[in-house]
Each structure stands twice: as structure tokens, then as C-alpha cells.
């Protein structure tokens, strides 16, 4: 049973994460995605008395790791709802905002979740176990053009429109109830390495059950609202779909920059300064002690 398990998590980039939230003791602070409490520790540490930290966390199973601090504000939703529950809880301006966007290292390792392709559990990946849209019923109600779209723009995946027409053909004649029926139905199609293949499956199904690029522009947006002048932005993402979005929108405050009649791009300002030129990777040595560290990039920046 899931209950009974030990919640763990290796912490990727830890130090360098808090760090360039560069913390003022009295300053209040929020952890987007508290996890296994690694980054929300360290933060905590740092803290003086009048400290204060709202972590976020929309998977229950993660507070069964949560230390017993006064200063510490715990918020069972999603990250995307920052902007409601930092008015909720009396502060609607704070001095940085952590975001850890990886899925955690319990996640990955507990089959009945769904996420990993090397644990056979019913075919889930939902984050908040209290969300309808699992990656079985995407995968058995999705049109063809809409797996089409999901697999190329979430997974990368070179065969995609095969890819999608094997699943709308096929998925009549054959259930995907769980992981390892979903990796023996995808088989005919396979293309390249097997396990990079179903890796990018998998992360495109669970992008989509999560609607993941959707909360992370929804947290980059209200974090530009929420920081104090002055405030400091840390994100780490995993993969280069996420950290295209940290880019631009640190950049240029916006996700696409559009032209006008002349196909001029307008001079639009950024609500931000970057305090990392080019994103902070993790050492050679925790990369050997965490391989899945190794796709990890952080951005930080700071409110003008």
C-alpha cells in the first residue's frame, strides 16, 4: 500500500536553488513545489524567527514529509492558484518564489502512480489525485489529431502521426489499463532506443494529464505580480519545453513577442532582470550521485 511507504526525494541543485532566492531573514518566502521538503528545508534553515514560508504542494502523499515549523504554511493545490492563496494567507507581495518543476523521485518509484515506465501500476499520472483526466482515458477518448499534437509538442516524439493513428486504430481492439500494457501496445511503432521512445511518450501523457505548461505559465505570470521589487524568481526545470518559457518570459515578460505591420518586434520591458546569463547545471559529482539530475537547468531572476 502506498500509505505505507517511506515519502523520499533527492533534491536536485539544492544550494544553488536557495541561494539565488538570496534570503533576508524576515523576508517571506514561497516553495512552489515542496515535494520531499528538501529546497523548503534549506529555506527554512536560512529564515530568522519572523520568517515566513508558504510551500505549495498539490499531491498529498508529499506532506507526510512535512517538518514541524511554525513559520511554515502549507497549501494542498496546485502552484498555478499562487496569486489566491497568497492573498488568502495575508501576503500578496513576498521576497521569492522557488519552483522544483521535476517530478519527484517518490513519484517516479511508486508504481500505482503511473510515471515511470520501468513499474507496471494502473495508467495514471495524475498529480493531484483529485483530478479526473488520467492517461488511460486520454489515451482511449482523444481524437487522433489531438494525440497527434500531444506526442509532437510534449514528447518530441519523430513519429507522432503514426504514432497517433496506431492508438486511435488499435486501442479498440486492445485496453490500456496500466504501464506495461501501454509499453506492449506501443511495440509496432517503437522508433529509435525503446527507452528514450517511451520516455518521451510517457512525459508527453503526463504533460497533458497535469496540463503542466499551462500552470507553468500561470506561475511565471502571477509571479511577476506577486514579487516584491527587489524579489528573486528560481526555477528549475527539466526538460527544454519548460525552460524555453522560463527564458522568454524572463526575458521578455511574455510568451510570444508579436510584430507589427512593418514585422518590427515592439520594445516591451521585462518585469525582470536575469541574475543567471545562461542556466545553472547540475555539478559533475551530483550528477553521479543523481543521474536524474543531469536534465536539470536553473534560472533565476529578480523583479525590477
Known amino acids: 500500500m502506498m500509505a505505507a511507504q517511506e515519502f523520499y526525494h533527492t533534491t536536485v541543485l539544492l544550494e544553488e536553488a ?6 533576508k531573514a524576515n523576508g517571506i518566502y514561497v516553495d512552489c513545489t515542496f515535494g520531499g521538503g528538501g529546497h523548503s528545508r534549506l529555506v527554512l534553515e536560512k529564515l530568522g524567527p519572523e520568517g ?4 505549495f504542494d498539490q499531491d498529498a502523499d508529499a506532506w507526510r514529509n512535512k ?3 511554525q513559520r511554515l504554511v502549507t497549501v494542498n493545490e496546485n502552484f498555478r492558484y499562487l496569486k489566491r492563496f497568497l492573498r488568502l494567507h495575508g501576503a500578496p507581495a513576498v521576497d521569492g518564489i522557488l519552483a522544483d ?3 519527484s523521485s517518490y513519484q517516479f518509484d511508486t508504481g500505482e502512480r503511473g510515471f515511470s515506465t520501468r513499474f507496471d501500476g494502473p495508467l495514471d499520472m495524475r498529480m493531484d489525485n483529485r483530478g479526473e483526466l488520467t492517461a488511460a482515458s486520454v489515451l482511449h477518448t482523444y481524437s487522433e489529431s489531438r494525440l497527434h499534437l500531444m506526442f509532437e509538442q510534449y514528447g518530441e516524439v519523430r513519429n507522432s502521426k503514426q504514432l497517433a493513428r496506431h492508438i486511435a486504430t488499435q486501442r479498440p481492439k486492445a485496453p490500456i489499463a496500466t504501464t506495461q500494457d501501454l509499453k506492449v501496445f506501443l511495440a509496432p511503432v517503437i522508433k529509435g532506443n525503446p527507452q528514450r521512445y517511451l520516455a518521451q511518450v510517457f512525459q508527453a501523457l503526463r504533460i497533458e494529464v497535469n496540463d503542466e505548461l499551462g500552470a507553468l505559465r ?5 509571479s511577476a505580480q506577486c514579487l ?11 526538460h527544454s519545453l519548460e525552460d524555453r518559457l522560463v527564458k522568454q518570459f524572463i526575458k521578455n515578460g511574455a510568451w510570444q513577442v508579436e510584430e507589427d505591420h512593418l514585422g518590427l518586434a515592439p520594445k516591451q520591458r521585462s518585469p525582470f532582470k536575469e ?3 545562461k542556466p545553472v547545471e547540475p555539478s559533475e559529482a551530483e550528477q553521479t550521485k543523481n543521474p536524474r ?3 536539470a537547468r536553473l534560472r533565476v531572476a529578480e523583479k525590477i
Do not use: C, H, M, N
Not at 52 to 55: R, V
Not at 228 to 238: A, H, Q, T
Open 101 to 103: 518543476l521535476g517530478v
Open 228 to 238: 516584491k521589487p527587489g524579489g528573486r524568481l528560481s526555477i528549475i526545470s527539466f
Open 293 to 295: 539530475s543531469r536534465s
Open 67 to 69: 517538518p514541524e515549523d
Open 52 to 55: 515566513k514560508l508558504i510551500a
Open 18 to 23: 536557495v541561494e539565488g532566492l538570496d534570503i
Open 218 to 222: 500561470d506561475l511565471l505570470e502571477q
Open 275 to 277: 541574475i543567471t546569463k
